[in-house]
């Protein structure tokens, strides 16, 4: 695999990454390196990940609780006074080892402490190699509020290790090829053709390709004011529904890919109806998105909390939820307005 020039920073892939890393901390001087983790992957991917990495430089491990729900203020706050009371100083280097959770709230703490140290970041699971990891966005949740606080931040250097997938879930497995779905709708037919016709999938090229994608797109558009907002496809109401099973206490949350999934389809039918985009390939989106995951029985009782949600979205201007849609696969439009009775009916859509 091919190192991917990102701008400021590379990203590198397999064996090879970490001497990249070795020769990084060597040539920065950095006075400390402190590795961020949760328990998972303080179990199953640090060893791979100490047993690789050459330094005489001082490493402190930090671990944190996995989970969405641990994505807020108050674990930065406990990571900063961990780096300060293990003496972190501005010359420090943060290396976030995890999924897309330690990848934004690591890159988020390293990009604030001190007005800034630099970070790594490797990915550990399908969904932080293929998106989070890569294109700068940096940031935590406000309670279930999806990512409203946060920051744009490059990292410098991404590594790119698929032996660590090993141990991670089918489920977060699927909950990753949901973005490499968005890349493929909006981007690349040929990304999304492979998934659907679900041929043994080249782990290593999808992640490969889809990287590209999101460089490509991200290197022409870093502050999201137009073209990057396609990497919102399925996020607008996918993130209100994240949110809601988030905070729904009898009710067990969805993955981050498990609600853009949703958020795919319904976002798809809202095409139809507004722009034209065929029918066909509505039901063909639909068709692959439940052939992947199980059906989340949206409920009608719960549309107007879902709906009450995505007044929070980011792209929100003046209190206006702006959806970006398709005309046709590879062929977007972005900043649409939705209908309220458009978006009810398409969970409806999603729910047949
Ligand atoms: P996650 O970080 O919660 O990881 C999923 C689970 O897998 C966790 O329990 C984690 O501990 C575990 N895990 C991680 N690596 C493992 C491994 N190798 N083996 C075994 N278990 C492992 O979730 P995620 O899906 O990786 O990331 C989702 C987050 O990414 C969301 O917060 C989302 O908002 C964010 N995101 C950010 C961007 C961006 O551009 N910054 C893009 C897409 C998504």
């Known amino acids: ?77 406990g990571v900063w006074n961990a780096i300060t009371e293990l003496g972190g100083d501005r010359k420090s280097l943060l290396i976030t080892l995890g999924g897309g959770v330690i990848t934004d709230l690591g890159g988020f703490v390293a990009s604030c402490f001190k007005r800034g140290i630099d970070f790594v970041n490797i990915p550990t ?20 509020l999806k990512n409203q606080i946060g920051l744009f931040a490059n990292p410098k250097m991404v590594i790119v ?33 492979e998934i659907k016709n679900n041929k043994k ?24 004011q137009n073209l990057r907002k396609i ?51 509505v039901n063909e989106i639909k068709e692959v998105i439940l052939s992947i995951y199980k059906r989340t029985h949206l409920l009608k009782e719960d549309f107007s909390d879902i709906m009450e949600l995505l007044k929070h979205d980011k792209k929100n201007i003046n209190g206006q939820v702006n959806f970006v849609l398709l005309n046709d696969y590879e062929d977007y439009k972005i900043d649409c307005k939705v209908p309220e009775k458009l978006i009810l009916e398409s969970m409806e859509f999603y729910n047949e």
């Open 1 to 77: 695999m091919k190192t991917i020039q990102a701008g400021t920073y590379n990203v590198h892939f397999q064996q090879k990454a970490y001497k990249f890393l070795s020769n990084l901390v060597e040539d920065n001087n950095y006075s400390s390196v402190f590795i961020l983790l949760d328990e998972n992957t303080l179990e199953h991917c640090y060893p791979k990940f100490i047993s690789n990495f050459a330094t005489e430089k001082r490493i402190e491990v930090i671990e944190i609780e996995s989970g969405e729900i641990n994505k807020n203020i108050d674990t930065c706050i």
């Open 125 to 144: 699971t399908l969904l932080s190699m293929v998106d989070a990891s890569v294109g700068g966005k940096t940031g935590v949740d406000l309670g279930v």
């Open 231 to 281: 990497l919102n496809f399925g996020h607008t109401l996918g993130h209100a529904i994240e949110s809601f099973y988030l905070e729904s206490e009898d009710k067990e949350n969805l993955t981050h890919g498990e609600a853009i999934a949703i958020g795919m389809v319904c976002e798809s039918f809202m095409s139809y109806k507004l722009l034209g985009f065929p029918a066909e390939k």
């Open 161 to 193: 290790d698929s032996d660590y997938l090993t141990t991670v879930t089918e489920r977060e497995i699927k909950s990753g090829t949901a973005e490499i779905i968005k890349y493929g709708l909006t981007y690349d037919t040929d990304l999304f053709n």
């Open 201 to 224: 999938l080249e782990i290593s090229n999808l992640i490969q390709r889809s990287i590209e994608i999101k460089n490509e797109v991200v290197l022409q558009d870093p502050r999201e």
